[in-house]
């Protein structure tokens, strides 16, 4: 297993791989993407029991990863790519015609490593509730997982999904929320305040912690604290906090690169900001 | 040798609802792998009889519709093929996105299982009564869209589409109507079925109007019109065949359904027909309205889904021949 500086290095690399990615088709969500790059990174090299090189839908006897908020795909294809789910130079392909990439997830081309579609936001956390209670059923001791955007949680069914999750004691996820503020049309608190979203999850049932989602070791430690808690009857849910656009200067401190695509210099200013650790596609 | 002229007959009435009920509790006992959610309608959906055998593969989700469909696309990674119940309403319009991306885009095998459809929800009224859900359910890219016509067929389809990968959309009803085919059915997705053969005009029917279709072939037969009539269970895919070579043999066709002109099964055979065969055709279908409360059988009056609408428009049909 990776150690934690070999783990910064995929981060610096999964960044790099992110803003060439929205660079080439001129499209695509860099900033939510750089905020979750500790946090796949640490699941997908770390965390998860998983098997990239034979993929199943099924995924039996692994744990499940579930991606709500599609819309950062760069940073969960990166990562499957970079963990072996599908040749690395694939990543060239995103958002261009026919590609297995889509601008959003989707098993509909086939991808490994995805099992199911997502990007209308709020979805994600019913589907990961099925799958749980599936690997219950199975008799699984396995977990599954699922991140969503903070933005997201004003979906209505995130809450169906967060009432059924407690009532049914579905104790085997652990879902993550992408704590960063910002939206596309701006701060959550100008847009639609969320409130006291630590307490709003506490209130439906679940078990909550926090965590800072831009430190390696910190993300490590956070998941590994709340598998601990997993069995014990209450679902758990991550406040993760992260800094939208995280890692490349210019694109921190607001929501303006919630979905934009850098051009050709503020590219060169980007990949000036991260090395290139393992090698670019 | 005299002529006979059709005649059809039902034992009982019952409800297809119940076929599902049925069904559903026969595939519990033979597949381990089906589990049922159901969104609070768990006694109008008759699902009960799953609930009490099998409590370990039934899951409440309260009123909750979209959760319950993304519930059940997570169930089946890992193996499950899960059956959702609740009215149509909800089991379409409401989740419409939720079925559109977790469950036919990410071809997920999820049962979607409704009842309640259409007008012969009767009381409740239009909040209720969904007329639009064919049409919904067939524009999905691999969704199968199947709408049994009593409660021996329906027992059968609930059977027959947890053998089927993929998603489906099973249509059924409130009321009590005839029973009239086999018992012991084996239920063919996308496998039209001739019931009466006729001559003069092909009507093409599903779900309830079934029934009203035999009933009017039988008043037609008097008048000595000879009606071919043709159960349409599965309105996608569409028998394509069956169509074309019974609107070859007759030369006019009538479609009836319980749901709007737009997005029917009406439209389905005509999209067949004008390609392949262009032929005279009359809808007996709901006309770009909502319904409202009453009686099913008033409403099927007033909204021209009986069997006396059936006969005016194969009256209307032939004159174009």
């Known amino acids: ?51 990239p090189k034979n993929f199943t839908i099924d995924g039996k006897g692994e744990d499940l990863f579930f991606l709500s908020n599609g819309h950062i795909s760069p940073v969960f294809y990166s990562t499957l790519a970079r963990s072996g789910y599908f040749p690395v130079k694939e990543l060239d392909t995103f958002r261009m015609i026919d590609s297995r990439l889509q601008g959003h997830p989707t098993t509909h081309e086939g991808l490994e490593g995805v099992r199911v579609a997502s990007g209308s936001l709020g ?30 949680i004003q979906e209505g069914q995130i809450w169906e999904a967060a009432m059924f999750a407690a009532h049914h004691k579905i104790d085997n996820l652990i879902s993550t929320i992408d704590y960063n503020g910002r939206q596309i049309d701006g701060d959550t608190e100008d847009v639609m305040s969320l409130g006291n979203v630590e307490a709003k999850w506490q209130a439906f049932g679940w078990h909550t912690m926090k965590m800072n989602g831009n430190n390696i070791e910190e993300v490590i430690s956070g998941l590994n604290q709340a598998k601990a808690e997993t069995g014990k009857g209450k679902p758990i849910m991550i406040i993760m906090t992260t800094e939208m656009g995280q890692g490349v200067d210019f694109m921190m401190g607001s929501h303006k690169w919630h979905g934009v695509a850098p051009n050709d210099e503020q590219l060169a200013s980007a990949l000036s900001q991260l090395e290139e650790t393992l090698g670019d596609y | ?79 499950k093929i899960p059956f959702t119940g609740t009215f149509a309403n909800f089991s379409t319009g409401r989740v419409y996105d939720q079925i559109r991306q977790s469950v036919a885009y990410s071809g997920k095998n999820v049962k979607i299982c409704a009842s309640h459809a259409g007008l012969t ?45 993929g998603p489906v959309y099973l249509r059924f009803g409130r009321p009590k109507v005839p029973v009239f085919t086999d018992p012991n059915q084996k239920f063919e997705i996308g496998k039209a079925l001739l019931l009466n053969e006729g001559t003069d005009v092909s009507i093409f029917a599903t779900g309830h109007l079934v029934w009203e279709a035999l009933k009017a072939c039988e008043a037609l037969a008097e008048e000595g019109i000879s009606a071919e009539v043709i159960n349409i269970h599965t309105i996608k895919p569409l028998d394509e065949e069956a169509v074309l070579a019974s609107a070859k043999k007759t030369g006019c066709v009538v479609t009836a359904e319980e749901h709007q002109y737009n997005g029917g099964l009406g439209e389905s055979v005509a999209r067949v027909l004008s390609q392949h065969l262009p032929t005279p055709m009359e809808f007996v279908a709901v006309n770009d309205s909502f319904g409202e409360s009453g009686t099913p059988e008033q409403l099927m009056e007033k909204y021209g889904l009986s069997s006396n609408a059936i006969i005016k428009s194969v009256k209307a049909v032939l004159q174009r021949k």
């Open chain 1, 123 to 152: 979805q994600g956390l019913s589907v990961a509730c099925g799958a749980a209670l599936t690997k219950k059923m199975n008799g699984e001791n396995t977990l599954v997982y699922s991140l969503h955007g903070d933005g997201e």
């Open chain 1, 1 to 51: 297993m990776p150690d934690i500086q070999e783990l910064q290095k995929i981060c610096s690399q999964v960044r790099r791989d992110i803003v060439r990615m929205v660079h080439k088709p001129q499209s695509g969500h860099p900033g939510g993407s750089l905020g979750c790059v500790e946090y796949f990174v640490a699941l997908y090299f770390n965390i998860m029991k998983h098997n």
């Open chain 2, 1 to 79: 040798m005299e002529k006979t002229l059709p005649k059809f007959v039902s034992t009982e009435k019952k409800d297809t609802r119940s076929g599902f009920g049925d069904g559903l509790y026969e595939l519990g006992q033979k597949n381990k792998d089906v589990v049922a959610l159901c969104a609070d309608l768990t006694g109008s959906l008759k699902m009960d009889k799953f609930e009490k055998e099998f409590p370990d593969r039934f899951f409440q989700v309260g009123i909750a519709e979209a959760n319950m469909i993304g519930v059940a696309a997570g169930m089946t990674i890992g193996g």
């Open chain 2, 121 to 165: 929800l009767g009381e409740d009224g239009a909040t209720h009564q969904i007329l639009e859900d064919i049409g919904l359910m067939k524009m999905l890219p691999g969704m199968t869209v199947i709408n049994p016509c009593d409660y021996n067929q329906t027992k059968a389809a609930t059977i027959a589409i947890a053998e089927h990968k």
